[in-house]
């Protein structure tokens, strides 16, 4: 069974930073990796997307997080990063990293992680 665990998450100020961190139980190198997040009463939002690692990888960002955050690799130790500067209150939510089917986030995603909360006090 593949297992992807969060971890990294907290209380932080805004304007404050913080790193995300997803472990994957099996290799993700050919995978289309994902950060979604979610607050109650709200649906689950996309944040980031990262390529699989072939020639160039490359990521996408919602406009809300653009600029802000950065989604990263490692391959050799099959961890997924979630780069978060300039923390907003907005950005206080639970985190949840995903494997995607496909490429597309439309396509859906095959293993979710458990979460890990952030929450930015003004």
């Known amino acids: 069974q593949v297992q992807l665990v969060e971890s990294g998450g907290g209380l932080v100020q805004a304007g404050d930073s913080l790193r995300l961190s997803c472990a994957v139980s099996?290799?993700?190198?050919?995978?289309?990796m994902a950060w979604f997040r979610q607050t109650p009463g709200k649906e689950r939002e996309f944040v980031a997307r990262?390529?699989?690692?072939?020639?160039?990888?490359?990521?996408d960002y919602a406009d809300s997080v653009k600029g802000r955050f950065t989604i990263d690799r490692d391959s050799a130790k099959n961890l997924v990063y979630l780069q978060m500067t300039n923390l907003k209150p907005e950005d206080t939510a639970v985190y949840y990293c995903?494997?995607?089917?496909?490429?597309?986030?439309?396509?859906?995603?095959?293993?979710w992680g458990q979460g890990t909360r952030v929450t930015v006090s003004s």
């Open positions: 990262i390529s699989p690692i072939a020639t160039t990888t490359y990521a």
């Open positions: 099996v290799v993700t190198d050919n995978r289309y």
């Open positions: 995903a494997m995607l089917r496909r490429m597309r986030i439309s396509e859906g995603v095959e293993y």
